[in-house]
């Protein structure tokens, strides 16, 4: 088979939507050595289901923005001379 190098532009991809599928990995659970399989979206998974449960999707709930406590000098009006 022949061969060559192209140059590829770089480009910019538009946001959309793209079905992916399930992969079924079989691997060697980090934690308990086991032997296993995992049905996953993303990467080969490193835990068995034992290990670490498959979380449920997350709902989209708005990220709770309490002010965290910050050190504050507090001034005093009234003059203690
Ligand atoms: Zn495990």
């Known amino acids: 088979?022949?061969?060559k190098f192209i140059d590829?532009?770089?480009y910019t991809v538009r946001?959309?939507?793209r079905q992916?599928?399930?992969r079924v990995f079989q691997f060697v659970c980090k934690e308990?050595?086991?032997l296993t399989k995992r049905e996953t979206f993303g990467?080969?998974?490193l835990y068995c289901e034992r290990c670490r449960p498959p979380?449920?999707?997350k709902k989209s709930q708005p990220a709770s923005h309490k002010?965290?406590?910050r050190a504050m000098s507090y001034k005093s009006d009234i003059d203690l001379n």
């Open 20 to 22: 992916i599928h399930t």
């Open 55 to 57: 979380q449920p999707p």
């Open 67 to 69: 002010a965290k406590p």
């Open 8 to 10: 590829v532009r770089e």
């Open 15 to 17: 946001a959309h939507k």
């Open 32 to 34: 308990c050595n086991d």
């Open 43 to 45: 990467p080969r998974p």
């Open 1 to 3: 088979m022949a061969s």
